[in-house]
């Protein structure tokens, strides 16, 4: 082992988390990406404006959420009979059963973690676009980071869609107000997933963390 | 790149990465958690191969009742029809919704298996030290980890219809026991890319 390098050449080095390769920091232009030499990982991908974007589109996400999940996504209308459901509603009914295992699955992956993940975002942004740094900040961050390919918005906006195709002619369907939010909240969910630049957060929160 | 040996990592400069932040600490001066973001630092993840094989075998296991035993239940005009989700891909093939049937074949079925042998496959590469293909086998690992929510897909749906397809005595839907055993398989791949840690393919 050689000499422990000092932290101001350590700044300077990134390792690979795919392959343990030690890469030269380098200077991007948002939208440009670093990929490990060895095993092709992405090592960095700045955004352009990553705290306002992801501000504004957790704020957004945040508003529509209610609405998303409370409003019936669609009726559907067969031989008179009517009936309508929120996403909340399926949730719930799952719950119900006698399947509470996946009931609690369902409301952990598509309400619970969708929005604490908003919530932390939003949190996150905020704090560090006032230059603020609460001790939690760190914490937020790590939170966000671990639930973040545990909230499923996109992959039950396929499920709806799926859920359409397979009921369509059977019955008459109307969408109603939840669905254009839910749309909506799925689309502004993964924004701001794909605008925020972790290495950019996690910068700025040691700098705060120095001062 | 001839001799691997050479090549500058992490461990050989004795510097710890944390697995939640990414910076770079010194294992002599690490004091066990990160100093920026608070998380524990280990060289790599802790029993890494032991708990993703672990995982592996579980998802194995629970994927026979997952695709065995009845998914979804419909009950029409007072019978009841189950069916297993190979079922209602069949449905819709002969319906003649080829897209929807593969839409649900894919990630039904073949995400699922491609995420237990893909991580068999990886295991069994560090375990024998197979060295060959490594930049594939990242690769490999990389999309299975992508792909792995997307197989909750059929418990949405199934949680969708149950709500929406409800009209009194005429039609009602709702999970069989398969579901419960189909969100486990879900789960357990997911947990295994997690505890997995792909810097040891390139240290077998």
Known sequence: MTKSPSSQTLEQVIACPGCDLLVGRQHL????????????????????NSIERSLALSLTGLLLFPYAMFLPIMTLDTMGLKNS????????????????????????????????KLALLFLVSLNLKLKRHPKTLPLMMR????????????????????????????????????????VGLMLVALCSSAMLDEDNYWHLIEEGKRR | MNNPNDLPTGRRQGLLLCHDCHKLVPAAESTGTCPRCGAALHLRKPNSINRTWALVVTAAILSFPANFLPIMRVDFLGTADLSTIMDGIIYFFKEGSYGIGAVILTASILVPC??????????????FRWQSWLRHKALLFRIIEFIGRWSMLDIFVIALLQVLVHFQNLTTIAAAPAAPYFAGVVLATMFAAITFDPRLLWEA
């Open chain 1, 85 to 116: 459901g929120s996403i909340f509603d399926g949730v719930i009914s799952t719950m119900a059963t006698k399947h509470v295992f996946v009931g609690i699955i369902l409301a952990l992956t598509s309400i619970f973690f969708p929005l604490i």
């Open chain 1, 29 to 48: 232009n948002p939208g440009e990406k670093l990929y490990c030499p060895r095993c092709n990982e992405v090592l960095l991908a700045p955004k352009k």
């Open chain 2, 114 to 127: 491609f995420k237990i042998i893909g991580m068999t496959l990886i295991l069994l590469s560090i375990h």
């Open chain 1, 143 to 182: 939170s966000y980071i671990h639930l973040d390919e545990w909230g499923m918005l996109e992959v039950f906006m396929i499920g709806v869609l799926v859920t359409i195709i397979k009921i369509h002619h059977m019955a008459h369907i109307r969408y109603d107000a939840g669905f254009f939010c839910f």
